[in-house]
């Protein structure tokens, strides 16, 4: 039952419903979620592999490093490299009270003190803030025009932060608009303690014909690279990269460089991948990329054995699995079955929520056999077993035979309409919401990470304003906030900043809730949510080490983490949901941002937060770009949640 080695996924969704009186306790019904064959054969629901989900940079965060001397002053000296002879930005990230003094010296030129440069017409100093939301991290940050191309020195004198050994002081970060840039990846998201860990490096050049999907390597610039491994016990690992073909970096000689490591203990890892070299020119090149990404707990391992057992209601997947432990989990897998000229159709994808993954049933409507037109030969593809939090698959089996238990019982007749039911199982007996507490439904305003209050009230009618206020959050933990905090009316729809918008999603995915109860034009309004993540997430993990930032990384908003959990989302649940995205106004005579701190680490245009190609949603409905607006409050543009035209008409179009 061979198909072309087709790859489609694994994800997750929602097994059996339980209806139950704790709704707001969490003992919430489920969705029995289903996506259609179309999905499949689309790469809707299609793991991805991670070199598809690279960072790309222009910019490199040199860490600080003071060591005392012996009048007992603390100094540091290193080299960056300057490629762009049309302008640098040099950020110092240094801790409060720091006083540090940064000299520099261009080839060929004397050294003098940053601070001394801000007289020169050709350059910039301001104070500025690298980071999303509450969680920022102050800097001094200077962008010098026609800059000398070179190797500079740099000086920094001052007292050292609280990291000591384990880590650098601060960060010098350079950005330029060369097109010189490096892609940086993770090699596998099979990240579980024992297992080999990846990263993957190349340079390349921006004005490529290739510049979708991973770019194609640069040969000749890269001549060094190593990858410094923060661990989750505050320790670090740094390891030299290589192009020979024996860590996970392609084939020698490539142009592509990786290393590898054996991860042992769960937590949160932090990795900054440090390229050298040199451009065409001959200038010298210097660029980092910043991850953060988990190691998870191994939950379960799937055992290959699946049985399906066939009844009037529905066909049961039992899907065998060992070593699990007692806590809820994703499972998914494609079913596809044999066609009248016996070949292989994709029949659904269909997945859930668990408790536990010691005990794995997935439900089909009966309704997808007759549709998909089989009568037999059943087989179970890409079955995962993912964390809930992470959604990074712990367990995966590429084929499974379904042995059918009992005579195959599909359905003679099938009307051509998809129904809900079929999408999302049958509605709960005891709906998730308090019809006899509320008059009537309710627009929620929702904020995002680590934000307080974003929307201005005055704007909307009939509203509710949902509250957890300066925290970080998965997106499931965020979505079962909203829907507990919904369940006080008898229905709802959603109008959400950042990442508001992700955890709204993720509800109508996965859970029911007041949003099934909804009515009106459109369910889920969204402005400024990185679908598809942000690099930020990396950079402020890699700060959050030396400055405490504010609420902490979030994989969840990472590249990675963002595929990942998009991945698991059906084309029907992103159709109800518009979006629209933004960023600063671009004049041609200026240098223009939203943020000049994140504007060194993003590429434009973005909203100083979130990028504008991050902020699409495939399948979902664009309601458009604007430009003159930023994403939070305190950027050089207003905020973009401070739209009065774009916000009347989210509410005359909000579901209630």
């Known amino acids: 039952m061979e198909r072309n080695g087709l790859k489609v996924l694994v994800v997750v969704l929602a097994a059996v419903a339980v209806a139950g009186p704790s709704w707001v306790a969490g003992a919430a019904p489920v969705k029995t979620v289903a996506a259609p064959p179309s999905d499949i054969v689309a790469g809707t629901v299609r793991l991805p592999a991670p070199g598809e989900v690279g960072i790309r940079s222009h910019s490199a ?15 540091w000296e290193g080299e960056i490299a300057v490629d762009d002879p049309d302008a640098v930005s040099m950020m110092v990230l240094a801790p409060e009270q720091a006083g540090w003094h940064v ?21 910039r100093h301001e104070q500025a803030w690298l980071g999303a939301g509450d969680a920022a991290v102050p800097g001094e940050l200077w962008r010098i025009e026609h800059p ?109 460089w990786g290393a590898l490591f054996v991860a042992e203990e769960v937590g949160e890892y932090t990795a900054q991948v440090v390229v050298r070299g040199e451009t065409p020119e001959g200038r010298p090149f210097l660029r980092t990329t910043e991850h953060v990404f988990p190691i998870v707990e191994r939950t379960a391992v799937l055992t290959g054995r699946a049985d399906a057992v066939s009844r009037r209601d529905g066909l049961e997947l039992r899907i065998g699995t060992r070593d699990a432990a007692p806590r809820r989990v994703l499972v998914s897998a494609e079913l596809w079955g044999e066609g009248s000229d016996g070949s292989a159709v994709p029949v659904v994808w269909t997945g859930g929520i668990v408790e536990s993954a010691e005990s794995v049933v997935l439900r089909v409507d009966p309704r997808w056999l007759a549709r998909a037109g089989v009568s037999g030969g059943l087989e179970l593809r890409n079955v995962t077993i993912r964390d809930l939090d992470t959604f990074v698959p712990v367990s995966f089996e590429p084929r499974m035979t ?63 304003v949902f509250h957890d206020y300066h925290k970080n959050r998965t997106h499931d933990e965020f ?42 034009s459109r369910l889920i309004q969204s402005v400024g949510t990185p679908y598809q993540g942000t690099s930020l997430a990396g950079n402020l993990a890699l700060l959050g080490q030396i400055f405490g930032v504010g609420c902490g990384s979030n994989w969840d908003l990472t590249y990675d983490g963002s595929r990942l959990w998009l991945s698991g989302i059906p084309s029907w649940a992103r159709n109800r949901v518009y979006y ?59 905020a973009e949640t401070t739209d009065h035209s774009r916000n009347y008409w989210m509410n005359v179009s909000a579901n209630r």
């Open 61 to 75: 965060m040199v860490p600080v490093r003071l060591s005392p001397g012996a009048d007992g002053s603390w100094s």
């Open 402 to 464: 379904a042995e059918v238990h009992g005579e195959l019982m599909i359905p003679k007749t099938v009307s051509g309409a998809i129904t809900e039911e079929m999408l999302m199982g049958p509605r709960p007996e005891n709906p998730p919401i308090a019809r006899e507490k509320a008059a009537g439904g309710k627009l929620l305003l929702v904020h995002g990470y680590c934000s307080g209050g974003v929307w201005p009230t005055g704007d909307f009618s009939n509203y509710a």
């Open 148 to 256: 000398v191309t070179g190797t500079w020195t740099v000086e920094i004198e001052g007292t050292p932060g609280t990291a000591g050994d384990a880590g650098p002081d601060g960060y010098v970060l350079v950005s330029s608009r060369s097109p010189y840039r490096v892609y940086s990846n993770l090699t596998t998201y099979h990240l579980v303690p024992g297992e080999s860990v990846g990263l993957a490096t190349r340079a390349y050049d921006v004005r490529s014909p290739r510049t979708d999907g991973t770019p194609e390597a640069l040969e000749g610039v890269v001549r060094s690279a190593s990858v410094r491994i923060g661990l989750p016990d505050g320790s670090e690992l740094e390891l030299p990269m290589a192009d020979d073909g024996l860590h996970a970096d392609g084939a020698a000689g490539d142009g592509v």
């Open 580 to 638: 629209a995205t933004a960023s600063f106004e671009d004049k041609w005579w200026r240098y223009d941002y939203c943020n000049m701190a994140s504007d060194l680490v993003l590429d434009d245009p973005d909203d100083g937060t979130v990028e504008r190609w991050a902020g699409q949603l495939s399948g979902a409905h664009n309601m458009g770009h604007k430009e003159g607006w930023c994403h939070t409050a305190n950027m050089r543009d207003p």
């Open 479 to 520: 979505a079962r906030l909203i829907r507990d905090f919904g369940a006080q009316f008898p229905s709802f729809g959603v109008v959400a900043h950042s990442q508001g918008g992700c955890a709204s999603l993720h509800l109508y995915t996965y859970y029911w809730s007041g949003l099934d109860y909804s009515s009106g």
């Open 103 to 123: 000299t520099v010296a261009e080839p060929g030129r004397r050294p003098v003190r940053l601070e001394d440069l801000s007289w020169r017409h050709d350059v």
